[in-house]
């Protein structure tokens, strides 16, 4: 089992910035995907971000591309996202996704409130 422990959501005014942490720990395995999903209320989860351990190649929703940075730290199995010039929309519970060896594994969810 994979266990993911997010860190990092709050409150934040539109323009302003935060950082996501996702560490990974248990069974994890040296080829993996990490990422980032995102869920507002009302609507469906959706893919925001990825990140590859192999060669980091990364990957982002047209809705945060220019804005937000993904980035990891493959000694230490997290995963960061950076995120800045945020808006109202930007607003959800923000989740942290391991994918490895055919399965996948969710973080807790973090909130991050962006307030106009």
């Known amino acids: 089992q994979v266990q993911l422990v997010e860190s990092g959501g709050g409150l934040v005014q539109a323009g302003g910035s935060l950082r996501l942490s996702c560490a990974a720990s248990g069974r994890t395995f040296s080829a993996n995907n990490m990422g980032w999903y995102r869920q507002a209320p009302g609507k469906e989860r959706e893919f925001v971000a990825t990140?590859?351990?192999?060669?980091?190649?990364?990957y982002y929703a047209d809705s945060v591309k220019e804005r937000f940075t993904i980035s990891r730290d493959n000694v230490k199995n997290t995963v960061y996202l950076q995120m800045n010039s945020l808006k109202p929309e930007d607003t959800a519970i923000y989740y942290c996704?391991?994918?490895?060896?055919?399965?996948?594994?969710w973080g807790q969810g973090t909130q991050v409130t962006v307030s106009s």
């Open positions: 996704r391991y994918y490895s060896s055919s399965r996948t594994h």
């Open positions: 990140i590859t351990s192999t060669d980091g190649g990364t």
